[in-house]
């Protein structure tokens, strides 16, 4: 098979969690530093700057991510119809610049800093095994009392 069929196999008719790894964008030079990678997937709320194109330069926010397109919409980057009607210009990843990240997502942001998301924080870990310990005592207690009462 040729290698441009093979590409374009790859990139247009890939899965859903494949085109969702193909929406990566590069970190800016300060997130690098402090997160120690190079790139991470673009989600809405992610403060950005363009870096090529038609609209060099703007910075923004995106406003909606499209993974049918493999690109992304931003805030205040439009075009206007020769009606007047304004309408959301999708711009690919690869062409931005992450300055900021939406960090709502607590499971996102573990993974950047190279955390286990799945692993609970120390704290948590030790109230659990209070409560364990806890409902142990009082199954025994209760065991207990019905043989003082036979």
Do not use: C
Not at 10 to 38: M, P, V
Not at 52 to 69: A, L, N, P
Request: charged residues 40%; positive net charge.
């Amino acid at each position: 098979m040729k290698p441009t069929k093979m590409r374009n196999k790859l990139i247009y008719r890939a899965t859903f969690h494949t085109r969702s790894k193909q929406l990566g964008s590069q970190l800016s030079e300060d997130l690098r530093k402090k997160y120690g990678k190079k790139s991470v997937r673009v989600i809405e709320g992610d403060s950005i700057k363009i870096v090529r194109g038609e609209f060099k330069g703007v910075d923004g926010k995106i406003s909606k991510v499209s993974t049918k397109k493999n690109s992304v919409a931003v805030e205040g980057v439009k075009k206007e119809k020769t009606k007047g009607d304004k309408f959301d210009v999708y711009i690919h990843t690869s062409n931005l610049l992450v300055t900021g990240l939406n960090t709502e997502d607590k499971w996102r942001i573990a993974k950047l800093e190279g955390k286990k998301p799945s692993e609970k924080p120390k704290g948590v870990i030790e109230k659990t095994a209070k409560k364990e310990n806890t409902t142990k005592e009082t199954k025994v207690t209760k065991t207990q009392k019905k043989e003082v009462e036979k």
